[in-house]
């Protein structure tokens, strides 16, 4: 029976090591998709990030978010302020991110897997998931990668090489977690790769694509938006 509105539930996420780990997953009107791993910022699979799964639901993607903080503490869900804000960069600092990219490539491979999706895989990230996108498409076996203001991916450039996935970039031109020098860094990092992008939003700031912060600007988060989904369908055939 054909679906008339996305399908949310949690999921179970077999890791590398035979443990396993919650996912939400937003399945699409259609019932299936190409998938898309959908990786938090440092807040965790907050209503934010459940509703940017349900977003490119919508769009016509099967789309999981891995806790990335289950090993530590699984269901983080935290605000933007005060001691959530805290409490974030706490579990960001304790992440080790081989181990997060281990269980990003468990996720990708159960996606893949799923009858729900019938296309190639993506990984998308915010902030923290934003380095960790680009990390997926080094080790995780994603057919491409979506970046968003990826604080940090400038310590990850000496392997730029080695991508080999279509890759996307975004940034705020009034980031102040992420100085300029390091967009162009990236930009030059890629020089002559046609199917890597780097877009930077005039007065966006950190975090411009979430509407539940101070910072949101919703003219930045539609044109990434949309940048984003034109990457995806011209890239990932």
């Given at each position: 029976m054909s679906q008339t509105t996305i399908k949310t539930e949690w999921i179970d996420v077999t890791a590398e090591d035979g443990k396993t780990?919650?996912?939400?997953?937003?399945?699409?009107?259609?019932?299936?998709?190409?998938?898309?791993?959908?990786?938090?910022?440092?807040?965790g699979v907050n209503a934010h990030i459940r509703g940017v799964a349900e977003q490119y639901a919508m769009d016509g993607y099967t789309v999981i978010a891995p806790d990335m903080f289950w090993r530590e503490e699984a269901g983080v869900e935290l605000g933007y302020d005060g001691d959530d804000w805290k409490e974030a960069v706490a579990?960001?600092?304790?992440?080790?991110f081989p181990?997060?990219?281990?269980?990003?490539?468990?996720?990708?491979?159960?996606?893949?897997?799923?009858?729900?999706?019938?296309g190639p895989v993506a990984s998308v990230g915010y902030c923290l998931g934003g380095v960790?996108?680009?990390?997926?498409?080094?080790?995780?076996?994603?057919?491409?990668?979506?970046?968003?203001?990826?604080?940090?991916?400038?310590?990850h450039l000496g392997r730029a090489d080695e991508l080999k996935v279509p890759t996307q970039?975004?940034?705020?031109?009034?980031?102040?977690h992420i100085p300029l020098e390091h967009v162009e860094q990236t930009r030059e990092a890629f020089t002559g790769r046609d199917d890597v992008e780097v877009h930077l939003y005039d007065n966006a700031e950190h975090g411009f694509n979430c509407w539940a912060r101070a910072s949101y600007n919703q003219h930045a988060s539609a044109l990434a938006h949309g940048h984003t989904l034109t990457f995806l369908a011209s890239r990932t055939q």
């Open positions: 780990f919650k996912a939400y997953q937003a399945l699409p009107p259609k019932g299936k998709g190409p998938g898309i791993v959908l990786i938090q910022e440092i807040f579990h960001k600092n304790a992440l080790d181990t997060a990219v281990s269980d990003l490539r468990a996720a990708t491979k159960a996606l893949r897997a799923s009858p729900a999706c019938d960790l996108s680009y990390l997926c498409g080094l080790d995780a076996g994603v057919d491409a990668a979506i970046c968003y203001y990826a604080g940090g991916v400038t310590e970039f975004h940034f705020g031109a009034e980031d102040d």
